[in-house]
């Protein structure tokens, strides 16, 4: 294998062929008003399709919650977008935790559709 090779060959071997090149001056030639410049235009990405979502898998997590120990409790719920139950409990409890400061899990359930 060659060890003797430039930083464009690297580029070139690490990344494949770029669309957009910088122009390279040279240490011999001549960087004034005379120099060209050569201006390329990047190549648009096609287009993205837009899917829609047929089915968004969603849980209903029921919360008691209150300000005071012991004291009356109001129940909430919360709809997660997502299968995990951990996740959409501790989705749940922190969005509680910033209205009330003592938060219980009652259930978590997947909701009909």
Known sequence: MNKD????EM????FGVAAV???????????GAEAAIVLVTPIKAAAKKVVSKAF???LR???RVGNEFEGETYE???DAD???SLLAEQEATKAARK??????VISVKPMRQ
């Open 21 to 31: 090149t910088a122009p390279i001056y040279l240490p011999g030639t001549q960087q």
């Open 5 to 8: 090779l430039t930083e464009e």
């Open 76 to 78: 909430i719920t919360h």
């Open 61 to 63: 997590v029921i919360l």
């Open 99 to 104: 209205k009330f400061k003592y938060v219980n």
């Open 11 to 14: 580029r070139h071997a690490l």
């Open 82 to 84: 997502t299968l995990s």
């Open 56 to 58: 968004t898998p969603r």
